[in-house]
T-cell receptor, first 112, second 111 residues
């Protein structure tokens, strides 16, 4: 079973460039999330989608946008990358909001 | 300021030893989850606790939820190198309205 698939796994961007991180789950989950993980900070919620057709801001949404394309897919867009956005990004999904979450393998993003 | 504190931040032990990591908050949790994350991977759920005083066992791992539902601990008996990883707790409270993760405890078990 694929579970939660994120692409790409690694990315280097120059300041000001844009990119979209893709995420897809094959578990028929209703809720999906984007987190960033920085040393000593734990996982911080960027945006989430409680169900298809809805998205909401999390703890650190500034500089990001999201799209819940359908029940399976939830993308994260950086419109103008900044060095402060250097981080490891994780997509996750769960049956309903805040229950057991299944995570992707992460995207390691470096902004130079 | 972390809403959910984990301690210690780092733990290095020899194979066969026991260890305990802690997760604390000033808020009452509706539920609390424990995850383990290995290098280069996403976190994987180990257990969810919901009832105050609850104890759950997963092979050599024992999870306790405090009676007041403000704290939790994870105890590993006879640790093995395969237990190496970042242990994260995540809690939900009525006031937070979201699942909050702690910063994690990095555990290293050497042969």
């Amino acid at each position: 079973n694929a579970g939660v698939t994120q692409t790409p796994k690694f990315q280097v961007l120059k300041t000001g460039q844009s990119m979209t991180l893709q995420c897809a789950q094959d578990m028929n989950h209703n809720s999906m999330y984007w987190y960033r993980q920085d040393p000593g900070m734990g996982l911080r919620l960027i945006y989430y989608s409680a169900s298809e057709g809805t998205t909401d801001k999390g703890e650190v949404p500034n500089g990001y946008n999201v799209s819940r394309l359908n029940k399976r897919e939830f993308s994260l867009r950086l419109e103008s990358a900044a060095p402060s956005q250097t981080s490891v990004y994780f997509c996750a999904s769960s049956v309903v909001l805040y229950t057991e979450a299944f995570f992707g393998q992460g995207t390691r993003l470096t902004v130079v | 300021t972390q809403l959910l504190e984990q301690s210690p931040q780092f733990l290095s032990i020899q194979e066969g030893e026991n260890l305990t990591v802690y997760c604390n908050s000033s808020s009452v949790f509706s539920s609390l989850q424990w995850y383990r994350q290995e290098p280069g991977e996403g976190p994987v759920l180990l257990v969810t606790v919901v009832t105050g005083g609850e104890v759950k066992k997963l092979k050599r791992l024992t999870f306790q939820f405090g009676d007041a539902r403000k704290d939790s601990s994870l105890h590993i008996t006879a640790a093995q190198p395969g237990d190496t990883g970042l242990y994260l707790c995540a809690g939900e409270t009525d006031s937070w309205g979201k699942l909050q993760f702690g910063a994690g405890t990095q555990v290293v078990v050497t042969p």
